[in-house]
């Protein structure tokens, strides 16, 4: 049973790019939200999908938006980077109907230049 | 206010003992989950031990257990008889209200060192 996947593990963009990174849930679980982790802090909230609708969202800019497919999988979109994107870009999936805890992916490494 | 602190950025245990990584919580939400997670350098986070809010037992998992001090806001981590594996991140969480529509707020981690 495949965990929590992400793509890419890494990529390098440029200041001003655009970018999008992908992630397949756990199989069965159907919610899925997204964190940034710059290095030395701990992880940030972006946003939640469940059901195809973000639920939740963090302190982040409107130049981060989601998407969830009919699959549960999901893509997060970064628009006009800038260099403080830079970061470990997470995702994490719950089962459905009062899961305790949420499983990782490895996470992607997008560094901005 | 941080909903999670963690206060020791760093620290050291002789392997084969136990260490404590400390974790204070804010919340007003009656109901809530604290959780630790470990954070190798490969970056993925691995889930180690939960705690609701409404549990009176302190939670456990083979070699780590959770103690739960719910009038101080405190989830200690606790692990027994250190490895050398387990020499990484170490992330404390919170969530709070339901489950299906919630976040996770984490704190800032503690860098375990086991010394051989």
């Known amino acids: 049973d495949a965990g929590v996947t992400q793509s890419p593990t890494h990529l390098i963009k440029t200041r001003g790019q655009q970018v999008t990174l992908r992630c397949s849930p756990k199989?069965?679980?159907?919610?899925v939200s997204w964190y940034q982790q710059a290095l030395g802090q701990g992880p940030q909230f972006i946003f939640q999908?469940?059901?195809?609708?973000?639920?939740q969202r963090g302190n982040f800019p409107d130049r981060f938006s989601g998407h969830q497919f009919p699959n549960y999988s999901s893509e997060l979109n970064v628009n006009a980077l800038l260099l403080g994107d830079s970061a470990l870009y997470l995702c994490?999936?719950?089962?459905?109907?009062?899961?305790?805890?949420?499983?990782f992916g490895q996470g992607t490494r997008l560094t901005v230049v | 206010a941080q909903k999670i602190t963690q206060t020791q950025p760093g620290m050291f245990v002789q392997e084969k003992e136990a260490v404590t990584l400390d974790c204070t919580y804010d919340?007003?939400?009656?109901?809530?989950?604290l959780f630790w997670y470990k954070q190798p350098s490969s970056g993925e986070m691995i889930f180690l031990i939960y705690?609701?809010?409404?549990?009176?037992q302190n939670a456990t998992e083979g070699r780590y257990s959770l103690n739960f001090q719910k009038a101080r806001k405190s989830a200690n981590l606790v692990i027994s008889a250190s490895q050398l594996g387990d020499s990484a991140m170490y992330f404390c969480?919170?969530?709070?209200?339901?489950?299906?529509?919630?976040?996770?707020?984490f704190g800032s981690g503690t860098k375990l060192n086991v010394k051989p």
């Open positions: 994490a999936s719950l089962a459905p109907g009062g899961a305790a805890e949420a499983f």
């Open positions: 199989s069965g679980h159907d919610t």
């Open positions: 999908y469940y059901e195809e609708e973000e639920r």
């Open positions: 919340t007003s939400d009656q109901s809530y989950g």
């Open positions: 705690q609701g809010s409404y549990d009176e």
């Open positions: 969480a919170m969530r709070e209200g339901s489950y299906n529509f919630n976040k996770f707020y």
